[in-house]
């Protein structure tokens, strides 16, 4: 019962290196999603994925990438990264997207990677 | 724009005792609003539901309501326990942009 599994846990860049964050879950959910969390101002998408081969951006997409392979993957590509990319990162999944008339209170959320950019 | 507001940003309560928590959004066109509980340094645990045509959802102590109107929402917590300790964050599934908007959350501390 893995569940959602992000790696690495924590991670220190200096300005300009690049890096990929990994998630990766068991339970054959089309949805999956990436947020950041900083102090004070709650969770934001980055870019989600509502199957394998298809994503989009979310409300803060800049410097990152993303691709969708498989239904179990969906790293997260810091191209260049900077300092107001420090942060703690989440990878969510779920049957169906969150937002929708379909959601059902099954999301699950990795236990975060705690980036730090020098 | 979808705004979530979580006040108070903390609260501390004494073992026992009945809490609301609240969160307030500034647009309607919502399909759904959710309750999550996050740990120290873990990952945030789905808690409630509440579709858009619902008035409330409720798990063992946990009661959350939901008042599109007004754009409101409680999470009620009976009995408060140490165990209880943790950030509360509410999101709404946003029918405008397609996407769960967040709030700050509430740290509750549970004294015992």
């Known amino acids: 019962n893995a569940g959602v599994t992000q790696t690495p846990k924590f991670q220190v860049l200096k300005t300009g290196q690049s890096m990929t964050l990994q998630c990766a879950q068991d339970m054959n959910h089309e949805y999956m999603s990436w947020y950041r969390q900083d102090p004070g101002m709650g969770l934001r998408l980055i870019h989600y994925s509502v199957g394998a081969g298809i994503t989009d951006q979310g409300e803060v997409p800049n410097g990152y990438n993303v691709s969708r392979s498989t239904t179990e993957d969906f790293p997260l590509r810091l191209l260049s990264a900077a300092p107001s990319q420090t942060s703690v990162y989440f990878c969510?999944?779920?049957?169906?997207?969150?937002?929708?008339?379909?959601?059902?209170?099954?999301?699950?959320f990795g236990a975060g990677t705690r980036l730090s950019v020098l | 724009k979808q705004e979530v507001t979580q006040i108070p940003a903390a609260l501390s309560v004494p073992e026992g005792e009945n809490l609301v928590l609240n969160c307030s959004f500034t647009d309607s066109a919502i399909y759904n609003l959710q309750w999550f509980r996050q740990d120290p340094g873990k990952g945030l645990t789905s808690l409630l539901l509440?579709?858009?045509?619902?008035r409330e959802q409720t798990s063992g102590r946990l009661n959350a309501s939901l008042d599109k109107s007004s754009g409101r929402s409680t999470l009620y917590i009976a009995a408060s326990q140490p165990g209880d300790s943790a950030t509360y964050l509410c999101?709404?599934?946003?029918?405008?942009?397609?996407?769960?908007?967040f709030g700050q959350g509430t740290t509750l501390q549970v004294k015992p």
């Open positions: 509440i579709q858009s045509s619902q």
């Open positions: 969510a999944s779920s049957p169906t997207p969150p937002w929708g008339s379909r959601a059902k209170n099954i999301q699950y």
């Open positions: 999101a709404v599934g946003s029918s405008n942009t397609g996407k769960l908007i």
